[in-house]
Structures are given as structure tokens and as C-alpha cells.
């Protein structure tokens, strides 16, 4: 394997040893499954069996219960002894952090343990040690007595395990070797595996979460390298991107690095993770699965790549020159496709950002306003907002009385053959499917290569959109090709979640590669189930707290646009939440506190909050993040700048206000 996955253009899973949890078996293509985590206080039994069932009959296949303590390690068994007894025999998972003892204790009864290769051994103290050789062997050595125990009871019990690294808690001695990078999360869960294999112990499952999704999709893909390199083989992967938030934001977020990985092949189980009840992120990570059921095999082909031209381990972004405001050191721009419209007044660009005020004759634009419209043969009778532009089919173009702000897209090799064209700015639309069947025609392509006013707008109906574009970006970089790209993706799908993970998976994976000058999205209007929020159903209730009431099909395309372009860091438009999903060990109701501070912070665009429900993780993960609101003991709250500590043991009833003054504090407070 050259690079983390056997294919750049062909979809296959990669080969991974099997892992049994019970009666599960995971890895080795055996379908990916899908996970939870429970929410309930672990030593209220009843409150977890039920939580529980509720995950399982949504479809979960694992249940994960936090044990903080041998007091949870050992109430494991009652909730086990329950579930079961009720019939439920899904495999129970034990979540341990920093206590050796409980994850020993859960490994005797419970089907697996996921230990944090951060905590299990090393206590933190933010330091910065310069180590040795001989001193980071004697690490090695205090891991190795430290954690061989819990593998010896692993293989007495057939207890399955996951060494899970986490971005935000990494040891000291990682950080001080080798930095919060992939190399150091990778290194980190390799010091335990490697054990693990020492002791000829197999049953394992690794992860590599992160809350941001670029760190998290290198992590992995560095860490099947990594196996593949030193051991001739994989274990299986556990995919999820950590505090992803709620609603919209966190269902793009996670789609963006889950959806990332499953493209190339990679993982075999999955957990979304939502700031909402557990049972809700099931239907999620279902859709992001069924995407998979029948790639293997039936794949359209795309021709292999010849030649490697980026690194996938890092983030560089594809060179291109500007036009007008595409390209070059231009954040990626937003076309917001309003062609179905049959006719379009000012009060369609509401849908968009753009909201026409009759009494001062002005436009209000929201941040989230898209930056060009495609109308496609329509022109309008009236004007435009300052920063917005309109493109066209080129007969409608040749009839516009003011080119100024309206430009032409062409199709395929209509731009070359076309008479008139902008002198500025054309759009040249390009089905790389047809690239791929014909061979590698690239004869009118070479025509446009690096013209000034050619802005190329890549599709693919190949089933492998992506790996089919990714093949053409690859192509384009190859021949030195600057032309900035536009991202077209279509969306056949039906339900408002399938087109949020359809859009976020195909082009969020591009955009994390650097690919990308520009997005715009389309569906078939038929095609749209908008989220519904007025319901006694729980599940609608809470997927309808930010995704909007009954928005438009263009409202919903341009929020999901912007979202993309924010969880691939490509463009910044709004707050950005960084919220755990709760467990067991959270010390407020984070649901309510999040849509709280989502209410008073919501328009702090480019401000990073992260609002977690205890430091379990440690300050590492807000590492990311400005502000950071993290529960501290029952009721209190300790407020964070950055990794620092501001405040600590705040009243709960006082830490939104006090979180504010912090903001107001550090200049990065505007009023709404
Ligand atoms: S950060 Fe949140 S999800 Fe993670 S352990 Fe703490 S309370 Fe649980």
C-alpha cells in the first residue's frame, strides 16, 4: 500500500484484522457498524438500561457506558445483567479514563473496553520535558507493567478493546516528542498496540478523534500507513469526529471526517457524535453507512492515478491563480443555484443572505451571503446587491444589457467553440465521467488551461463523484493547470439528512485535500423532505432546534454550503460550537447550556467556543478553541482562555454571563 488506502479512484474497503465483541464481528469487511454512548449517570441502572434499549432499537449495534470509577466499572454488571435480561444482548462497551483499576474491573464483564492511550498511564501536568532515549524507554517500560495487565485479562474474558486517542489528551511525553500532530495521536496509540501485539493479543480496535476534522482524517490515514509499515497489516478502525456539536452543524462536521475516510475504504465502525439525546445520532451514522452497501465490486471505473501530487497527510492548499474573487488567497466562494425559480424577485435572495429593505432602499447581507447566483437562462429586472453576482448560460448572457456583475458558464467544450465570451470571467462546466470513458481527451481542456478568465467548474455523475473529481484535481496539478476550481455536487437523495452527508461527505473530502476554490450545490426540487419541527416526535423536536424552521430548498443549500466550507476551516462565516455529546460524566445539562450560549454568542462570527461537560479530555481539545466553558464539579463551571484557566469553580447559574464578560474581556465581543 503506497499511501492509507489501496485506491485513490476505486472504492475498497481496506483489509483489517477481525475483531469478535461479543457476538459482533468487526473489521475484515464485515459491515460497518454503527455505535452510541449513553448519557445517564452509569450508577443509576435503570435510567441506563432504558437510554439503552432506546440506542438499540434505533439501530445501535454497540452501547458504550462511561466508568469512571471501580463503583461504575462495577455497576456494569447490573446494567448488563438488565439489558439482558430484557432480552437485549448487544455488546456493552466500558469508557475509561486515567483509572487502570475500573478498566480491569469492566474488562470482566463487559464484551469490550476502550481505553484512552492519553490517561490510561501517564497523569497530565502540561509540561514540557525534554526526554532522552533511555528516559522515553523507561516510559515505555512503566506503560508496558502498567497496561499488560488489563491485555492478560482482555484475552482470559475474549474481551475486545479500543485504544482510543483523542487530540485533546495526549501525554506529556507525546506533546513534548512530538507536538498535538497526527505523528504524536498516531505514536500514541502505537506505544500500546505494539504491547498489545508483544502479548499476542489481537482484539483490538484503534481510533483517532479530533473536533477538528482536518487533524482527525490525517491522524487516521497516518495511522493505517503506520500499521501497514511496521506490522504488514491493520486493525480495525473506529471513526468519529469528537464534540461535533448539534443540528446541522454537527451532522456536516461529522460527515466531513467520518465521510472522508469511508470514501477511501476506511473504518469499520462508527459513532456520530451529537450534542443531543444518543438514540438521534444513530439515524445519522445509518445514512452515512448506506452510502457503502453495494460499492464494493460494481464500481464505474475511474482510471487510476498516474502520479500522486499532494500530500494527504497534510494540508497544503492546490495553487491557482485569482479571478475576480475565486482563487488565488480568496476563501472558497459560494453559487447559489436559483434556477428552478421560475421567477426571481429581490425577496428570493432572502433565501441566500440577502434581505431588501423597502424603507431605506438597502440590503441587509448576513455573513452566510452567497457570493454568485446562477440563474441559468433567466436575467433579472432589477438590481443586484453590491457584493453579489450573477452567472448564466451563455444565451442569456449575450442578451444582458450590463456585463459588469453577469457572467457565462459554458458546457464542456461550448467555451472554446463560443464566439462571444467575458472578457473577465467564464465558467466552464466539465463532467469528469466523460474525461474518464473517453480516455484522457484532454484537448480542449489544454485550450482553457491557465487562461486568466476561465474559472473550471468540476461534476462527475460517475457513482465515484469524488475519487472521480480528486482523479481530475490530481490530472489538473499534473499538467500545471492554475485555473481555480469550482466544486459542482448534485444531490438525488431524499430526506434533508442524506443531502446534508451526501453534499458534506463528497465535497467536504476535497476541501480537507485543499481542493477547492468554490462550491455550489443542487437538488432535484422532488427530491426534498425539509426537517419538520413542529411534532410531539422527540427526534424531530431536536433536529429542528437549529436547522431551521421550514426552510426553502435554496435556504437549506446555502446554510449547508457555508457549514461545509466552516467544519473543512476553509472559510470561516459563524460561531463555531465545539460541544461534547455528554456521558455519564457530565456535570451540567450541556443541551440546554449549548443552545444557551448558542443564543447570546450565535453571532460572534470566527469565534471558537467549546463547551464541554467535564476535562476529561483535557484542555487539549479547546486547544482549537478561544473561549471554553467546561464543567468543573456539581453546579460549577471553570472558564477557559484558550488551554489557560480564567475562572474556575464558577456558579452555574452565572457562568453564561461570566463567559460573556470573559469575551467582552479579550476584545472578541461585538454586539448583535
Ligand atoms: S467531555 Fe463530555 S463526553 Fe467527554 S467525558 Fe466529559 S462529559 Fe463525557
Redesign the pocket.
Known sequence: MELYTESLTKYKRLKTREVRIGDLLLGNFHPIRVQT?TTTDTMDTLATVEQSIRCIEAGSELIRI?APSKNEAENLLHIKNELRKRGYMTPLVA?I?FTPNAAEIAARIVEKVRVNPGNYVDKKKFELIEYSDADYAEEIDRIRERFTPLVSICKEYGTAMRIGTNHGSLSDRIMSRYGDTPAGMVESAMEFLRIARDENYHQVVLSMKASNPQVMVQSYRLLVKTMWDEFGECYPLHLGVT?AGDGEDGRIKSAVGIGTLLEDGLGDTIRV?LTEDPELEIPVCRDLVKRYGSQDGSNESVPPVKKISYSPFEYKRRETFAIDIIGGKHVPVVIADLSKLEKITPESLHAVGYNYDAATDKWNISDTAADYIFTGHQLLDFALPATLKLVVYPDAWEQATDKSRCFPIFQDSGYVQANEKSERLNFVMVDCFNHESNGSSFTYLEEIANKPEVVICLSSTNKNAMQSIRRMLLELQNRDFKNPVILITDSNWKTADEHLIHYATETGALFLDGFGDGICLGMTQKSYDPPKTDTSNGLLNARGRNYGNNQTIEQFINSTAFVILQATRTRISKTEYIS????????FD?QETTAKIRAVTHHLKGVKIAI??????GPG?MADADFGYV?SGPGKITLYRGKEVIKRNVNNDVAVDELINLIKENDAWVEP
Not at 612 to 617: D, E, L, P
Open positions: 454512548m462511561t469508557d479514563h464534540e457524535s461534547c455529546p455528554s456521558c455519564g460524566r457530565t456535570l450541556l464541554m461537560g467535564c476535562i476529561v479530555n481539545e464543567g
